[in-house]
């Protein structure tokens, strides 16, 4: 079933079309790869999809509600999570104070309710959430420590913790495995892949062509804006188009 749908999806930059008329279809349980490269407008889509950036044309629906036009945060209340190619996180808060963001960003609290001082019957189940976030990325041990002084590649998996936290019904990561050494990026395929076997939609663009091969249920392959190859990882990534592509960034 498909959890995230975008459908004509265009954004141009005077001249130059970033993302032209693409259509995309990322479904639940199971991990979708944008690959392509530099220069092929994936970020742009990426911002165009949660609406960091607005889209000149196309559709943006998740889990059949439609999102073309919501700011990012609306888009985040309708399920919808996603990290940064640049790592974006509260420096100065504590690890399981990062992840916390997320779980309470999704959850909410009643505005009344903080403003009064009143009680907020769902603190354990944010806490309890935080708690499991953590554990299933490794960082229980990190609970503590100022989210700032750890290194990249550390950082980049609380961020992955918040936006997880988050609960969405699709996740989408830029270039997640950028500053992971191989124990974090191992540890980060399970966890993607333990995430669409609960059924959440995961769409990944990433250069890492190792890394998208361990963890994508199918790819999909940008040039020049538009989406140009489809497939299981086997096929694409053997693709003489990708090996040109690949080759030549070398």
């Known amino acids: 079933m498909t959890e995230l749908e975008i459908r004509g999806l265009r954004r141009r930059f005077g001249g ?23 220069g092929a407008g ?42 940064f190619q640049r790592i974006e996180l509260f420096a100065g808060l504590t690890v399981a ?11 909410g609290r009643p505005l009344a309710a903080g403003l009064l001082g009143l009680p907020d019957r769902r603190r354990g189940e944010v806490r309890a959430t935080v708690s499991a976030v953590l554990d299933r990325l490794g960082l229980t041990a990190l609970a503590d420590a100022p989210a700032g002084t750890l290194p990249t590649g550390t950082m980049r998996l609380v961020e992955v ?3 997880v936290a988050a609960e969405p019904s699709a996740l989408l990561l830029d270039e997640p495995a950028s500053g992971l050494d191989d124990d974090q ?13 609960d059924g959440m939609a995961v769409l ?47």
């Open 16 to 38: 130059v079309a970033a993302v032209d008329g693409v259509d995309l279809d990322v479904p639940a349980g199971a991990v979708t790869a944008l690959i392509g490269p530099n």
């Open 161 to 163: 913790g918040r936006a």
């Open 97 to 107: 104070e990062n992840v916390r963001v997320g779980a309470e960003n999704r959850r």
């Open 204 to 250: 990944v663009v990433e250069h890492d062509l190792r890394f998208v091969g361990a963890v994508a249920d199918s790819v999909r392959v940008m040039v020049g804006g538009r989406i140009v190859l489809s497939g299981r990882p086997d096929e694409v990534l053997a693709a003489p188009l990708v090996r040109e592509i690949y080759a030549g960034e070398e």
């Open 42 to 83: 994936k970020t742009t889509l990426f911002h165009c999809v949660t609406g960091l950036d607005a889209a000149d044309g196309g559709t943006v629906t998740l889990g059949g509600r439609r999102l073309s036009g919501l700011p990012p945060h609306a888009r985040a209340r309708a399920g919808m999570a996603w990290t």
């Open 185 to 197: 990026i191992a540890r980060l395929v399970r966890v993607l892949r333990g995430l669409a076997g």
